[in-house]
């Protein structure tokens, strides 16, 4: 008896061209998506169930083109794939779809409201998040979460995704050098993620404090008559 199976028949995420060769056309469109990537691996250390894809292709149907999102996340999945990483993410060999679809608007849209928008509802995908930086009388940041087929929209900056356990949302800041508006990662209390640069930047500030302290209490201890060293 034969023994049929149909993914067998489909080809790989090895054999599948990883991008759309389409090259951005704004600096954002990558340094924005990064920038919560990195964030995510500072705040989920030892979390091994999720991935963060920044301009990669998304197949769904060997027989369609894939679809390149400025970045997705997915949960339940491997967060490395092999030594090489993910070329691209197949959702045959996945099996999960991504729980978060990110596009970033630049002055030459691309279907964000509206191709992109329905493709991605089609698929399943929970939330979109449409950042538009350009935008001056309407939100900047809209996220839409999938009821029933379609996207609705929620308000608010941040704004709580309760099945990924973070918020998300848009705020002045200092990423890589370049001070701007950023999109950050929030926790419940609506306290925003410290980047890699914060992170350093306030671990050298608690060492100066730490140091401080130290040379305070042994100026003290001189003065009542102690050598500081001969305690140690």
Known sequence: MLNYN?????????????SDDTPVDNELQDLIP???????AM???ERMDWFLGVDMGIY????????????????GVER???????PSYVLWEEKKLPVLVLEVVSQTYR????TKKAEYAKLGILYYVVYNPLRRRKPRLEVYKLVNNVYEFHDGNPVWL?????????EQGTYLGIPREWMYWYNQEGQRLLTPEEQALLA??????????????AERLRSLGVDPDSLT
């Not at 279907?111 to 509206?114: A, V």
């Open 6 to 18: 149909p993914l067998a028949c489909l080809p790989s995420s090895e054999e599948l061209p990883d």
């Open 34 to 40: 990064g920038l919560l990537k990195a964030l995510l």
């Open 43 to 45: 705040a989920w250390p």
């Open 60 to 75: 769904y149907d060997p027989d369609l083109p894939a679809i390149v999102p400025d970045g997705f996340l997915s949960l």
């Open 80 to 86: 490395f794939y092999d030594a090489n990483l993910r």
């Open 111 to 114: 279907g964000e409201y509206s």
């Open 162 to 170: 309760p099945e990924i356990g973070l918020g998300i949302g848009i």
């Open 204 to 217: 050298q500030q608690q060492a100066q404090q730490a140091k401080q302290r130290a040379e305070l209490l």
